[in-house]
Nanobody, 128 residues
Framework: QVKLVESGGDSVQSGGSLRLSCAAS????????MAWFRQVPGQEREGVAV????????YHIDSVKDRFTISLDNAKSTLFLQMRSLKPEDTAMYYC?????????????????????WGQGTQVTVSS
């Protein structure tokens, strides 16, 4: 059974940095998508960034494109999200998600309902 475990969330001051980690186990697909989503209470869960198994990366929130970096350590089966210059509006629960690549469902657009596997989330709080 696929298991995703996030860590690294914390409370930081505006302008600070955090690195989120997502340890994946039993993700036994040759072709897959892994993504970071975030959710604020009362709002929809939104895709932040996607890492495709062939190394293609896409970011889906304009405000994070120059501040966040998604990466994957294949050897450790761990997905990262390096976050810099954090802002109060980045405050959210951050979730790691994964799914196999499926014909007709592009990895490029992170649709919540497409993802089969989810972590429990890690809270990021940025204060001004």
């Amino acid at each position: 059974q696929v298991k995703l475990v996030e860590s690294g969330g914390d409370s930081v001051q505006s302008g600070g940095s955090l690195r989120l980690s997502c340890a994946a186990s039993n993700l036994n697909y040759t072709y897959y998508c892994m993504a970071w989503f975030r959710q604020v209470p009362g709002q929809e869960r939104e895709g932040v960034a996607v890492f495709r198994s062939d190394g293609v990366i896409t970011y889906h929130i304009d405000s994070v494109k120059d501040r966040f970096t998604i990466s994957l350590d294949n050897a450790k089966s761990t997905l990262f999200l390096q976050m810099r210059s954090l802002k109060p509006e980045d405050t959210a629960m951050y979730y790691c998600a994964a799914r196999p690549r499926v014909r007709g469902r592009s990895c490029s657009v992170p649709v919540r309902s497409d993802y089969n596997y989810w972590g429990q989330g890690t809270q990021v709080t940025v204060s001004s």
